[in-house]
Structures are given as structure tokens and as C-alpha cells.
């Protein structure tokens, strides 16, 4: 699975770094048209990961992951002979919603394989996914030193490779039988209905409600909890888009901050993707080992917040300060932004598992899947109308609104994970004098 995993990364690796271009100089789409299509495709993507938990309660994940791998090799095999921009758009959406969903059902795999170890799975797999990233950037480098048509449609065509090469090992890993459930993971309730019991009393919090989930979970029943019933995970998920925001700063907001902001050369933006990957592949694996336990990772939301503002205190600091000192300034950014994105993977994976009921993960994440979706439509509009738009201040109100909420999150989490993993409550037991006077 982690070497389809670097295919598939190595892929749209090579997409992220052509796509553009290709879209610009071979098919001769306006900025507008281009604008447009990625902004349909980013919605689109949206809707990829409660799809992709919906259908995995109903069928194998495998099958699924394997659909969508070859879902997207049959919409990226249709750009290379397409050129009408009516028909480019639902393609380029569909590969976007292929991709979500493919991403969603990986968690899913991995949760249900790794179970107590998801944590480490999970840092494996984004050490894997980031040496992806890094070689499939390599590929489209050399590809597009050469700036012919045929070699961005030799790019795309690899990517495409990528995705039937990554559906054949998925077809060759076993899927552990579980009867439709994903494996319990550490601290979960004892069995499924007092679980489920207990996230709805936390998600509602009232007894009238608590009872329902009860009774949902009682021998005999068989319907499961929806996510988009349970106030207290919708909150959650609602939460985490802002707890994502160090994916648009990374793109977006640093690049774009050096350019029209500060004094820094502008050969310094490939360097905050350098640090990036390096950090992630080298550091991944130990801030997991860390925050591998549900009430860890609620403790790491607040370390992202305070990491994200003092990244945004930094970008703030870097205007109108020279080049070397804005440049120390961003690079020290980048390094906190990547720090937060380390913490980041690490909260929002173990807590979207440990705030589930068991019985209905598959659906659960799905929904927790919409976060870093929305964020990555959402995020750069934010950036780019309303932080660069307010300048230095800009940056402190967006610091400081990551670290008043990563507070509101963490408290969140841990009044569900208290109700999620307390123990259940021991049966009644008859007074001494009930039994005598029975």
C-alpha cells in the first residue's frame, strides 16, 4: 500500500507541477477558463471523501481505491484528446473527486490494517507521500525544461501510468475481513454500542439524546449513527479547516507574501518546498511517536495554533526589513509552517478515528475527509482577499485567530474523548435489603 501510495504521489506530483502550463500552452486556455475549471474541480473534490465513506460502509474500501485509481487514469487518458473547454471541465472535476475519495479511502485502508498503530501508519505514509511529491516534481522539471507539447503530454501520460501501476498493488494487498467495521483503535469502548452511546451523548449533550444513541446501539439494531446528525463531530470537522490553514500558507501565502512584500529573492520560494519535504520525510515518523494516543493528539492542537502564530508573527516581521533579514524571516517560516503541518497530520488523523463511533467510521471520516477539501478551496481566497489584502496585520489577525480556535478545538475534542472512553457505567446490583424483602 505505501509503494502505491508513492506512485500515485509521484503522479500527482508531476500533475501539480504541469497542469497549468499544459492547460496554458498546449490547449491555449485563457487565465480566466483556467481559474475557473480549477475552481470547479476544487468543489468538486469536496464532495470525494463523505462519497468515498459512504460507499465504503457498502462495499470493500479495496475495490473502491481501486475504482477510483482507474477513474482517474480514464479521466487524465481523455485530456490528452480533448480540447473542447465544455467537455476539459467535468473531466479535470471528476479527477479532482477521484483523487479526494482516493485519498479518503487510504486513511480508511490504513485504519483498518494499522488499528493501535494508525499513528505510525499514518507518519509512515506521509513520509511516503512527500518523497511522492518530491520525485514527481523532479520528473515534471525535467519535462518542462524542455517546453515542448510532447513532453507535457508525456507528463501527463506518466501520471496516468501512475494510477494503473498504484490500482495493481492495491489489487495485490489484502484486505482484512472486518464485517463492514473499522478496527477499534486505542481507547475505544469496549464494544461498539456503549461507544456509540457515549458520542452521541457528547454530540448532543443531553440525556433525551444520549438515550437515542443508546438505543441505536442496542442488540438487534443495525442502523448506524450519521455523522451529519452529530453536532459534536460536525464541530470538530468544522473546526479542523482552520487547523489546516498551514496548507494554504505553504502554497500560497509564502510565495506570494515574498514577491509583493518583502525584499527576499525571489530564488527563495523553491527552498520552502525543500525545507518542506525534507522536515516531513526526516521529522514525520517522531512527532507521530509523540502524539500517537487520542488525548496527545488533542494536546497538539493547541502546539499548532501557537506554531501558526508565531509563523504568521514572522511573515508579519518580514516586510520592509531588508533582504537578508526578511529572508532569515521566511525561511524560519517556512520551517514553523512545516512543524505545523507535522502536528497537524497528527491530530486531525487520531482524533477523526478516536471521535468516531466504531460502528460507522467508514461514514465518519468520510465527512472528516471535507476539512482539508474545503480548506484547499477556501484557503488561498482567504490569503489572497483578506490577509494580504490587511498586510502585516493581515498576519497577526490570522495567527491569532488559528490559536483562539486550536484552543476552542482542543477543548472540544477532549470533552468528546471523555465521554468517548470513559468506562462504562457498572450494572445496578440489588440493595441487601430489596433481596430480603423480596
Keep these: 500500500m505505501l509503494l502505491a501510495q ?11 507541477a504541469s497542469s ?11 487565465a480566466g477558463r483556467i481559474g475557473l475549471m480549477l475552481g470547479a474541480a476544487a468543489v468538486a473534490g469536496i464532495a470525494g471523501s463523505p462519497l468515498a465513506g459512504h460507499l465504503a460502509g457498502r462495499f470493500p474500501v479495496r475495490s473502491l481505491l481501486i475504482g477510483c485509481h482507474l477513474l482517474r487514469l480514464a479521466t487524465l487518458g481523455a485530456l490528452l484528446v480533448v480540447t473542447r473547454f465544455d467537455v476539459l471541465l467535468p473531466l479535470v472535476a471528476v479527477t479532482y473527486l477521484g483523487d479526494r475519495a482516493a485519498k479518503a479511502l487510504e486513511m ?4 483498518r490494517v494499522a488499528g493501535e498503530r494508525r499513528g505510525t501508519y499514518q507518519a509512515l505514509s506521509r513520509s511516503t507521500a512527500n518523497a511522492g511529491y518530491a520525485v514527481g516534481a523532479g520528473i515534471a522539471a525535467a519535462g518542462l525544461a524542455l517546453g515542448t507539447p510532447e513532453a507535457y503530454r508525456a507528463l501527463i501520460l506518466a501520471n496516468a501510468v501512475s494510477f494503473l501501476a498504484a490500482a ?10 472486518a464485517e463492514g467495521r473499522v478496527a477499534a483503535g486505542t481507547g475505544d469502548a469496549a464494544t461498539s454500542g456503549t461507544g456509540d452511546a457515549a458520542a452521541g451523548d457528547a454530540a448532543n449533550g443531553g ?12 442488540p438487534g439494531r443495525t442502523r448506524a449513527p450519521s455523522p451529519w446528525r452529530d453536532r459534536g463531530y460536525l464541530r470538530f470537522v468544522l473546526l479542523d479547516i482552520p487547523m489546516s490553514l498551514d496548507d494554504s500558507v505553504l502554497a500560497v501565502g509564502l510565495p506570494l507574501w515574498l514577491v509583493v512584500h518583502t525584499d527576499a529573492p525571489h530564488a527563495l520560494v523553491p527552498a520552502f518546498l525543500v525545507i518542506n519535504t525534507v522536515l516531513v520525510v526526516v521529522l514525520q515518523l517522531r512527532v507521530s511517536a509523540r502524539f500517537e494516543q487520542p488525548r496527545q493528539a488533542a494536546a497538539a492542537v493547541s502546539v499548532y495554533g501557537l506554531t501558526m502564530l ?11 526589513t531588508g533582504t537578508v533579514v526578511a529572508s532569515v524571516a521566511l525561511l524560519a517560516a517556512a520551517v514553523l509552517v512545516t512543524g505545523a503541518e507535522l502536528l497537524r497530520s497528527v491530530s486531525s488523523w487520531e482524533l477523526a478515528v478516536s471521535l468516531a463511533p466504531e460502528r460507522a467510521r467508514a461514514s465518519y471520516l468520510g465527512v472528516a475527509g471535507m476539512a482539508m477539501s474545503v480548506q484547499k ?7 489572497t482577499g483578506a490577509v494580504m489584502a490587511g498586510g502585516p496585520v493581515g498576519w497577526l489577525a490570522l495567527g491569532a485567530g488559528i490559536a483562539a480556535l486550536s484552543v476552542l478545538q482542543r477543548r472540544s475534542a477532549v470533552r468528546r474523548l471523555d465521554s468517548v472512553l470513559a468506562p462504562p457505567a457498572p450494572a445496578a446490583t440489588p440493595s ?7
Design 6 to 16: 508513492l506512485l500515485d504521489r509521484a503522479g500527482t506530483g508531476m500533475w501539480a
Design 20 to 30: 497549468v502550463l499544459y492547460f496554458t500552452f498546449v490547449l491555449g486556455l485563457d
Design 108 to 111: 480508511l485502508f490504513a485504519t
Design 168 to 177: 495493481a498493488l492495491v489489487w495485490r494487498t489484502r484486505e482484512p475481513r
Design 207 to 218: 440525556a433525551a439524546n444520549g438515550g437515542a444513541a443508546r438505543a441505536d446501539a442496542a
Design 310 to 320: 508565531a509563523c504568521c508573527v514572522l511573515l508579519a516581521l518580514s516586510a520592509g
Design 377 to 383: 478551496s477556501a484557503g488561498p481566497l482567504l490569503l
Design 432 to 438: 441487601p435489603s430489596a433481596t430480603h424483602a423480596g
